[in-house]
């Protein structure tokens, strides 16, 4: 299976800077061919899950909701296994738990897409 592990979390004042990273680990065996997209979804309480950025693993392309666009960037280290959200000009209604996911391809932003997700990171930013 694929396990998920997000860091990098904290709280931060308002147009401050944080990175967040997400490291996979495959058990034995897996057909890593079958992970096509990562994504990095968020959850302020009281809302639901939306997606923030998500990326095309083989062929880097990248996607942003249009709220964090200009201001976080995906990107990947394919030697870690690692996926990274840079998060930058940070606002109080970035607020929320940040969740790394990842499947195959997809609507990118749909939560019922991924198969694989992480516990999650907390983002606190005060105004």
């Known amino acids: 299976q694929v396990q998920l592990m997000e860091s990098g979390g904290g709280a931060v004042q308002a147009g401050g800077s944080l990175r967040l990273s997400c490291a996979t680990t495959?058990?034995?065996?897996?057909?890593?061919?079958?992970?096509?997209?990562a994504a990095w979804f968020r959850q302020a309480p009281g809302k639901e899950r939306e997606g923030v950025a998500a990326?095309?693993?083989?062929?880097?392309?990248?996607y942003y909701a249009d709220s964090v666009k200009g201001r976080f960037t995906i990107f990947q280290d394919n030697a870690k296994n690692t996926v990274y959200l840079q998060m930058n000009s940070l606002k109080f209604e970035d607020t929320a738990m940040y969740y790394c996911?990842?499947?195959?391809?997809?609507?990118?932003?749909?939560?019922?897409?991924?198969?694989?997700w992480g516990q999650g990171t907390q983002v606190t930013v005060s105004s």
């Open positions: 495959f058990s034995n065996g897996f057909n890593v061919d079958l992970i096509q997209c």
């Open positions: 996911a990842a499947g195959q391809s997809g609507g990118v932003f749909v939560p019922g897409n991924y198969n694989y």
């Open positions: 990326i095309y693993i083989r062929r880097s392309i990248t």
